[in-house]
Nanobody, 120 residues
Framework: QVQLVESGGGLAQPGGSLRLSCAAS????????MGWYRQAPGKERELVAS???????NYADSVKGRFTISRDNAKNTVYLQMNSLEPEDTAVYYCNVEARGNYMLLYHYWGQGTQVTVSS
């Protein structure tokens, strides 16, 4: 059963914009943190941005001022608005969700990944 569904990836020119969305299944509740990771060939997966239940955000230095993460709790969805895109942003982007289960256990869920390519 698919639990995280990503959308919004594609091709953009340098300076362009893309908006990524990740919708979590309603079966996932008590979500603490939602975030976006990315991985390019030859590089390890890195955290791009995250947002917790209180709205506090964190960004990788490389995307500060260009990307904005937000969440809609009613829709169980997290977004990543990507502006002023650079070729270095090219990667597969993965959505990640941390949720609290029974007995104070934490669970992590991953999206299938969506390709973002920035090229002229």
């Amino acid at each position: 059963q698919v639990q995280l569904v990503e959308s919004g990836g594609g091709l953009a020119q340098p300076g362009g914009s893309l908006r990524l969305s990740c919708a979590a299944s309603r079966s996932i509740f008590n979500i603490n943190v939602m975030g976006w990771y990315r991985q390019a060939p030859g590089k390890e997966r890195e955290l791009v941005a995250s947002i917790n239940s209180g709205g506090s955000t964190n960004y990788a230095d490389s995307v500060k001022g260009r990307f904005t993460i937000s969440r809609d709790n009613a829709k169980n969805t997290v977004y990543l608005q990507m502006n002023s895109l650079e070729p270095e942003d090219t990667a597969v982007y993965y959505c990640n969700v941390e949720a609290r289960g029974n007995y104070m256990l934490l669970y992590h869920y991953w999206g299938q990944g969506t390709q973002v390519t920035v090229s002229s």
